[in-house]
């Protein structure tokens, strides 16, 4: 897509590039598209404006005697996807994107009517990795389909008939571009990412398939159970994700107690929800399976109401490290580093945890599951002992 970009605007086109986050941008341009561009030579020829959201490239040696101008749109600000006179339209991150149904209602129209007035129809380039084929009730209800746009887009575009949208590799069937059709990529690297994605994700990071509903995350195959040897715990930490309700429909604060031992195993030591709605009673729940277990960490959902548990932890004690986290990616996202970490056996459980603890991580597919309390609870300690203790950075994934 970069590549291409370059190409585009080298040629004197008009593009808009669309993306998920205003900083995302900026990290493109000065991660990807400059090393890029500076590799093919060509480098001088690009000046970024950050204040006017805006790529130029200064070459006019081209059919249309003109500098290439970029417009970045963010889809944090759907509002300001305003526009006209595009030759290319590349939209990244699709998957994502396109769920707006703002960023549709302003995007479509923008192909209409380019070619009478430029001789050239505008063309659509839109790429990311595949979203699956349906897509959340909450989200359904914005667009009244629950049918994925990017899939649907995909479909539309397997016609002759479309003349916006068309699919790259016809002769080949249409095959979608994958992990190992990236020319910048080593071998080693493919391996690495191979290895880290769950196996039930991989059709779609890697190949780049539209799957149907995943369904389940974790295979029973996946999880080992052992009684946990206390004295061979290096390290003891508890996650927590907190739902201040009391309503018979609404989730359940959860805590997930686990430790990991010098071979790097993570062990889920303990589990415990209940519903309440007095900030006491439920720090008085967290402190009471820090000390059973001596943990050295607590780690809590600060969004909201819940930067209030936070506080009022660190106001009440001094024997345990407090850390809010803030998330900013969905749920299944933030489980996946542990979903591969349950794959290659290095979480394990101790005996007799509690049923619905098992249930629940056993259905978790993170489209509209009803109960999914302990499986944020879950990653946060995992990610937390993976860090801080086994010295790997997860990134950001949350």
């Known amino acids: 897509m970069i590549y291409g970009l370059i190409m585009f605007l080298m040629d004197g086109e008009y593009c808009l590039w669309g993306d998920t986050l205003s900083t995302n941008i900026k990290k493109y341009y000065d991660r990807i598209f400059m090393p890029m561009a500076m590799k093919l030579g060509i480098g001088h020829l690009f000046k970024y404006y950050e204040k006017a959201g805006m790529i130029m490239c200064l070459n006019q040696k081209n059919d249309m005697n003109r500098p290439g101008i970029c417009d970045l749109r963010s ?186 031992d010098s071979a790097g195993n993570i062990y889920v030591i303990d589990t415990y929800r209940f519903k309440s709605s007095s900030y006491n009673v439920i720090c008085e729940n967290i402190i009471k399976m820090a000390r059973q277990y001596g943990a050295e960490d607590i780690v809590v959902e600060a969004v909201q109401y819940q930067a209030g548990i936070v506080d009022k932890l660190i106001r009440i004690t001094n024997d345990y490290e407090i850390i809010g986290v803030r998330p900013t990616k969905d749920k299944l996202t933030r489980f996946l580093p542990t979903a591969q970490k349950y ?34 609870a879950l990653a946060y300690a995992t990610k937390h002992i993976t860090e801080k203790y086994l010295g790997i950075n997860i990134g950001m994934v949350f």
């Open 75 to 260: 889809a944090a600000i759907p509002s300001n996807w305003e526009g006209e006179g595009y030759g290319k339209i590349i939209i990244n991150e699709g998957g994502i994107v396109l769920q707006d149904p703002m960023i549709q209602q302003a995007v479509m129209p923008m192909f209409l009517g380019q070619e009478a007035i430029t001789g050239r129809p505008t063309q659509g380039w839109i790429g990311g990795t595949p979203k699956g084929k349906i897509i959340k009730k909450s989200q359904a209800v914005k667009i009244g389909d629950n049918t994925a746009p990017y899939y649907k887009l995909y479909m539309d575009a397997l016609s002759d008939d479309n003349p916006i949208f068309c699919l790259p590799n016809k002769a080949n069937g249409h095959k979608p571009y994958t992990m190992y059709d990236n020319i910048f990529a080593t071998n080693n690297e493919r391996k690495i990412v191979y290895n880290s994605v769950p196996k039930v994700f991989r059709d779609q990071e890697i190949h780049g398939l539209f799957t149907g509903n995943v369904g389940a995350v974790i295979e029973a195959g996946w999880i080992k159970e052992k009684f946990v040897d206390m004295d061979k715990i290096e390290h003891i930490v508890i996650g927590v994700d907190l739902a201040i309700s009391v309503k018979d429909s609404a989730d359940y604060s959860a805590i997930v107690v686990c430790g990991n």
């Open 343 to 376: 794959e290659v056996g290095q979480i394990i459980h101790n005996v007799n945890l509690e049923k619905t603890f098992i249930t629940e991580l056993l259905n978790f597919s993170g489209i509209d599951d009803s109960h999914d309390d302990y499986i944020d």
